[in-house]
Structures are given as structure tokens and as C-alpha cells.
């Protein structure tokens, strides 16, 4: 059957994967409330369209921090791709490059640094940092982002520990053995079950819990690249990140992997939009799987969305190919959105297109 949307390309990936990658990939933490409410939260908006425009110059086109792409859809930081595909990050940034959006590499990657610069030098690639207790090592993976044409730092605010992933606790979760952290050389680094879920204790053994705003402060004076917060969910702490001299933030509860029962991203969004939106560029990423959820994020103020599973799923079933067509859908269906809503250009989306569906009460007629 022919895949044409992204949850084909899921349930396609939910056969070819072993289960404890599966689980790793798929789930969320706690009851997974959160997880259901990422997407479900875009089904309670509705979009307005408008009729009898000429949309026949539609462009999706657009400009995100300085970065000229062909479509506001980037690639989320996710970690240990190569339990998706023998390439992993190698042919998920070298797609990023054929569809020229953004690729971000997550710190827990099992590909390396170097590696990623020299198989996809063209991509725009972003490296997303965790800071671990050993500042030194921390330094060390900054400086070789810079050195291997990274264009930017993702620094991920959410997650002083991970949250409770019941799936990967139940499955012991670690890293097949042919497998490792390839940015790190050190034997303890590795991503092994002492009981529990292995990418936790590893987690819980080596990230700085003590990360505060003044590390993010610390971060934008030691690095040459431009910084961008990821995991901001309120107004409060996105008022703070303006102050850091960061250039970015991305609205994320980390697909739901950390704190259950947070806010659904797209839910969040519009309270940061109206705090910081006119003086830093905000995007989100969380249960973004169609093109009208993408429609709707840039309605509610994000300058670009993120993909973190979607491309995941890809990867699973064709390598850089699947991570192609996943995004290329999402692109033409972002296109199909615009058309039928009326909209030729991505800086023509506002709030007008948007209503929640309490405001259609079917119950008062
Ligand atoms: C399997 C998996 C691994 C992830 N690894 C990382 C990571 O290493 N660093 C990070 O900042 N976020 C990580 N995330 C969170 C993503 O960057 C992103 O916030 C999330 O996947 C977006 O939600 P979506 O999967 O619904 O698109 C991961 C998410 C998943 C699903």
C-alpha cells in the first residue's frame, strides 16, 4: 500500500521496528497524557477559511533566523537514529539538505559530530546541546559543533532529569550492542540497563541537574554560534530567555517525554506569542503530523515547527528516502492548507484563520 501521510509511514514503522526501539521511539512519560493531548489538542481548532482568492502563486517558502528554507517544517532533535536505520542521522541530515530545511542533531546521537559535517556539509544543521556535570566535556562537544559547520546550538531546558518512560523501564531499555553515543569515547558513557531504563540512569549519572539561567547566559559567551532554548511551555520563562541574549526559543515539552500533564505545545504557544513573540523568534514542535497542524502553529504565532517522531517513522522504513517523503507530504499538504484556505504566502497566516471549538456551540442552536 502506498504510504501518503504520516501515519501510514507510523504504522509501517510500528511493523519493521523490534519492540524496545519501538517503545524508546514512540511513547511518552507517565499515563501519557500529554503524549495523547500533543496531537489531540490541534482537533479542538478549527480553521476559517477564505473563498475566492487567487491562491495560484503559492509559495511556502520562508525565512527562519536568518535561514532561507523552502518550507517552515524542521527536523526535531532526536536521539540513537541508528536503531531506526543502519545510516541513522548520516541519511536524516543529508535528507535535510535535499528538502533545504533545517536539520537538528541530537547531543545522544549514534552518529558523530564529525561525521554528520562531512556526509551532509550543505544541510543547515543545528546541534542540540545537553550540559552534563563535566563542563569541560560540554565545552568539548561546543567547540567541535563549531568546528564541523554547525550552524547553530539547540540548548534543551526540560530536561534536568528524563521523565519516567514506563515503556523503556519495563523493557530495560539500552542501546543494542553494535550501537553507541558516538560523540563520546569515555567507556562509562554508554548507554547500558542497570536495572531500569538505561538512557535514564545515563541521563541521571551524567546531565547537570543544577542548570540554571545563568549556565545559559555562561553558554551564549562561550559559544560563537547563536543559542536557542528549547523546552520553554510558559510565558514566565519565556521572559527570562529574552534576557539571556539567546536568538530563539522553541515551545516543546520534548514530545512529551519529560513532566506528564503539561500544557499540549500548540495549547502554550499562543501565552509565549503574546509575551515575546514580536521581539524573538518563537517556534514549537509536539504532535505536529499534518499539514493543517503546521497551518494552524504558524497561525497561533510560530515562525517554523519541528518534527521529532514523523521523521523518525521515515527513517524506520526508508532512510533518507522515508525522511524525504515524510517531509515532502508535510510540505504539499502545508500547500494544500494554504490553497484551500486562501493564502498564497507563509507571512499571510494569522490568528483570523483560527477559532477553538468552543465558539462553535452546537448545543446553544
Ligand atoms: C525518540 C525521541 C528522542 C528524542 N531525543 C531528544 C534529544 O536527544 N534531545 C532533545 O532535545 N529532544 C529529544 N526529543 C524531543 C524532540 O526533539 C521533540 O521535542 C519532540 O519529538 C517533538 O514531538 P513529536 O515527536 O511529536 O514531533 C526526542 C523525542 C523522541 C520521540
Given amino acids: ?82 536503531m531506526a536505520h543502519a545510516e541513522g ?46 563542563r569541560e566535556l560540554t565545552k568539548n562537544l561546543v567547540r567541535r559543533a563549531e568546528k564541523a559547520g554547525f550552524k547553530a546550538l539547540v540548548l534543551t531546558v526540560d530536561a534536568p532529569v528524563f521523565g519516567p518512560r514506563r515503556c523503556d523501564i519495563r523493557n530495560k531499555f539500552e542501546l543494542p550492542q553494535h550501537l553507541r553515543l558516538a560523540n563520546f569515547t569515555d567507556e562509562k558513557l554508554i548507554v547500558q540497563s542497570a536495572g531500569g531504563s538505561g538512557i535514564n540512569e545515563y541521563v541521571a549519572s551524567q546531565f547537570d541537574p543544577t542548570l540554571n539561567w545563568n549556565d545559559v547566559e555562561w553558554l551564549v559567551r562561550f559559544t560563537k554560534l547563536p543559542v536557542i532554548l528549547k523546552g520553554i511551555i510558559t510565558h514566565e520563562d519565556a521572559r527570562l530567555a529574552l534576557q539571556t541574549g539567546c536568538k530563539g526559543i522553541i515551545v516543546s515539552n520534548h514530545g512529551a517525554r519529560q513532566l506528564d500533564t503539561v500544557p499540549a505545545t500548540i495549547e502554550a504557544l499562543p501565552e509565549i506569542v503574546k509575551a ?77 484563520f483560527i477559532a477553538h471549538e468552543s465558539t462553535f456551540c452546537l448545543s446553544k442552536l
Avoid at 309 to 318: E, I, K, Q, S, T
Avoid at 320 to 326: A, I, K, R, T, W
Wanted: proline share 3%; net charge neutral; charged share 25%.
Fill in 1 to 82: 500500500m502506498a504510504l501518503v501521510c504520516v501515519s501510514d509511514y507510523e504504522k509501517k514503522a510500528a511493523e519493521i521496528l523490534p519492540k524496545s526501539p519501538w517503545d524508546y521511539y514512540r511513547s511518552g512519560s507517565g499515563d501519557q497524557i500529554t503524549l495523547k493531548l500533543n496531537e489531540s489538542a490541534f482537533n479542538r481548532l478549527r480553521i476559517r477559511p477564505r473563498v475566492l482568492i487567487d491562491v495560484s502563486r503559492r509559495d511556502t517558502r520562508c525565512n527562519v533566523l536568518g535561514f532561507d528554507l523552502d518550507c517552515p517544517v524542521a527536523i526535531a532533535p532526536t536521539a540513537m537514529q541508528k
Fill in 89 to 134: 542521522e548520516l541519511a536524516t541530515a543529508k535528507a535535510a539538505g535535499t528538502i533545504n530545511t533545517i536539520y537538528t542533531m541530537s547531543t545522544l546521537s549514534t552518529s558523530s559530530i564529525e561525521e554528520v559535517g562531512e556526509a551532509a556539509p550543505d544541510t543547515n544543521k543545528f546541534y542540540q546541546l545537553y550540559i552534563y556535570k563535566d
Fill in 276 to 352: 515575546i513573540g514580536s521581539q524573538m523568534t518563537v517556534m514549537v514542535d509536539g504532535g505536529i503530523r499534518t499539514g493543517t497542524d503546521i497551518f494552524k502553529a504558524l497561525a497561533l504565532g510560530a515562525k517554523a515547527v519541528f518534527v521529532g517522531r514523523p521523521v523518525l517513522y521515515g527513517l524506520a522504513v526508508d532512510g533518507q528516502n522515508g525522511v524525504e517523503s515524510v517531509l515532502k507530504i508535510l510540505q504539499n499538504e502545508l500547500d494544500s492548507a494554504m490553497a484551500l484556505a486562501g493564502v498564497n504566502k507563509i507571512t499571510e497566516i494569522n490568528d483570523k
